[in-house]
Nanobody, 127 residues
């Protein structure tokens, strides 16, 4: 079971990037997929989540309206489209998967609730 995040890079403020999270060894459609990020000197923080059951999406207040997460089950891939990027979006971005039942409605905001993690992909927003 592996997750591979990619698509990071250097972009100017106001620009866009699309991150990909590809799964091998399991079907992503059976899992909720979360995106997290960690900036230098800061704790890992939750960015977004797409559910497994109905592909409902959830976003942190810091990215809502700018970022969009979506699934392509045929490609076993989840995307994070990031628009109107800001310098404060600079971080290492991770995707994570969870296939189990959770006991509270906002479980996806807690990193410990995800069983599988990919390696990070660096996003740098700078002029």
């Amino acid at each position: 079971v592996q997750l591979q995040a990619s698509g990071g890079g250097l972009v100017q403020p106001g620009g866009s990037l699309r991150l990909s999270c590809v799964a091998s060894g399991f079907n992503l459609e059976d899992y909720a997929i979360g995106w997290y990020r960690q900036a230098p000197g800061k704790q890992r923080s939750w960015v977004s989540c797409v559910s497994s059951t109905d592909s409902a999406t959830y976003y942190s207040i810091t990215v809502k309206g700018r970022f969009t997460t979506s699934r392509n089950n045929a490609e076993n891939t989840v995307y994070l489209q990031m628009n109107s990027l800001k310098r404060e979006d600079t971080a290492l971005y991770y995707c994570a998967a969870s296939g189990r039942t959770h006991s509270f409605s906002t479980w996806y905001q807690k990193a410990d609730e995800f069983e599988y993690w990919g390696q990070g992909t660096q996003v740098t927003v700078s002029s």
